[in-house]
């Protein structure tokens, strides 16, 4: 159950922030058609989810103009990600199981001046149109992505939620930011996720 919804419109971006209990609450719920339509016509819609005051889940949703076969295709084309996604320096798939696949990638993270490369092993589980997304550290679910076909299959939505990362979790010199000027963990989060939902929304369209 949603407790409460506070809305702040950008000029790129719709960002509405939910209290929730659930993880990807707004993405177990059956989303109205003509409402995405309405919430994208501003461009990308962001969620924030916060549980006991605190962010913990963060959610984004694009409109694609091609249809969901060929962002699906995209979307699980791993190894293809150091193609169009910036960033991403290496993807290789080491384990497929059926409708599951083990992933080890290198990634680059940037913000302002601050950078480093991380290698991470990630496993995904395909539930078309659904990608759930299995951080293999800690085992258990840390986000996924939901397609969402409109205007009778010649569109979808693309939503993606991830869990916000603990700001312990960050480099040194971005935790000093954030502990300095807490409203930019928000752009911690946002930049990278945008940054790829872009990239793939630019894949799928020319694909």
């Known amino acids: 159950m949603i407790k409460k919804t506070s809305a702040i419109i950008l000029t790129v971006s719709l960002v ?11 993405l177990e719920q059956e989303l109205d058609e003509s409402t995405l339509k309405i919430l994208l016509t501003k461009g990308e819609l962001i969620l924030l989810e916060e549980e006991n005051g605190e962010l913990k889940y963060i959610t984004m949703a694009i409109l694609i103009d091609t249809p969901l076969d060929k962002v699906w295709q995209v979307l699980t ?29 290198a990634v680059e993270f940037k913000f302002m001046v601050i950078g480093s490369t991380v290698r991470y092993t990630t496993k995904y589980i395909l539930k078309k149109p ?6 293999t550290e800690i085992n258990r679910e840390t986000g996924r992505y939901k397609l ?14 991830k869990e916000a990362v603990d700001v312990d979790n960050f480099g040194r010199v971005a935790k ?25 929304k630019e894949r799928a369209e020319k694909s």
Not at 130 to 135: G, Q, R, Y
Not at 148 to 161: A, C, N, S, Y
């Open 148 to 161: 969402i076909p409109i205007d009778e299959g010649k569109r979808v939505v693309l939503f993606r939620t």
């Open 77 to 105: 084309d791993f190894e293809k990600y150091p193609d169009f996604i910036p960033g991403h320096k290496d993807c290789k798939i080491i384990k497929k199981d059926n409708n599951e696949i083990t992933v080890e990638s």
């Open 130 to 135: 659904e990608l759930i997304i299995i951080d």
């Open 16 to 26: 509405i922030l939910v209290a929730s209990s659930t993880f990807a609450n707004i």
């Open 176 to 200: 000093f930011l954030v502990i300095q000027k807490p409203e930019m963990e928000f752009s911690l989060y946002l930049s990278p996720l945008r940054i790829n939902m872009n990239a793939i």
